[in-house]
């Protein structure tokens, strides 16, 4: 593990000595309205404002399409390339889950039109394999219906911006669905303000055909950023490039709140099952410091967490709950380059969870407490057995990632010390995604 990621780390570091094809850009009418060139879209672009760092890196998340990029793409229509592969490995000490390790990639194009000036049309599909399969792992077309009436809400139906995107805590929404479970699909609502962002969606995890033998499952959460108060904001800028565009400076409180609740269950079926919906709650204060070199274009971001969880489960025959405490420390340092379409950053985040019978339906199972499988019904191993229901973490992650022209590519591992079992689960990732806007008419 220690020689691997030593590996991969220098390869990291290298790739900012290499070259790539220009990509990752955004079309741009001239007067006439007829003749267009590319403009490139940096991932720290001003729509990227507000993503939260806690979960992943930047790389792994998927930036809603901008009213100025809507405007733009009226009337025209492009094919947009995203392809991602990644190598994913889970060495797990404690009981409450197996180790696993997967290397393989993901390929999603699309072909998105301009309806009008608020509104876009967009078709694909989702391909990923495996290494080591003969077939596909899934394969699954992809359908969108985006519409922004105004620039702060954007209404999307069909293939929804999910996984990642939702910004909810490993804890919530475990990290690995990027690989396993990439695809949503449903309703959301986007709402972004100098104040306030949210995102509120609904993802249909599976259709119940009327009298069979199974159950309907789906999800409704809503997520919320507050800022509460801001100080001492700067405005920075090098060359021309106002940097105050891409990241605010200064203090910053803001006010993290979610809601999510996912159901088991449907009346149109033929099994005697319980229908089961279990809650999940957060609700936290975030101290967010940020500042820039003098000279250089980069700046530095310190970011305090503390969040309170709750848990909640109710069934025909059960009812029952639970609740976490987690407070984070982060640092992220970030070096870009607008001209060079480049920019490399640096991450580390140190935490403690403590939490008490808790459970989420999509979080990672190295924070649920051990009773949380016998409230699913879910069949648990009998290492299970001596397991406590209070669960006492300590988690640090790393992270490197560089971007060059539209070519991604991350390191990341995860270390979560469990303070009871006194034993160590290690989680190591490294990814690579490309992504290109090719005009058609």
Known sequence: MKHLFILTFTLLMGTALTHAQDTNYIVTLLADDTTFFMEPRHPHHPSALGISSDNSMH????????HRELIQGCRHLTLDIDAAGFFFDAEYATPFAKGFSVAGFRLSPALAYGINERAQLRVGLNATAFAGLDSLYRLRPTFSLIYAPTKWLTLVAGTIYGNNTHQLAPAVYDPSRWIYNYQEDGLQILTKTSIWSSDTWLDWNHYLTPWTADQERFTMGTNHIFRIAKLNIEKKVWDGCD????????????LPVHFIASHRGGEVKTIDTNTVTTFNERVGLQIKYSFSNTFTPSFHTFKLDASLYNYHLEDKTLDHGGKAFYPTLSYEWLNWN????????LRAIAGYWHGDHYFSAFGSPLFWSANAYSALHIPASASLAGATDIRNLLTFTISAEHEFKGLNLGLQVDALYDLNLKKTDFLFGFYMRFREKIILL
């Open 59 to 66: 790389l792994l998340y998927d930036l809603p399409v901008t």
């Open 243 to 254: 940097l105050d565009k891409y990241n605010q400076l200064g203090w910053q409180f803001n």
């Open 338 to 345: 607008q001209y060079h379409l480049s920019h490399f950053s």
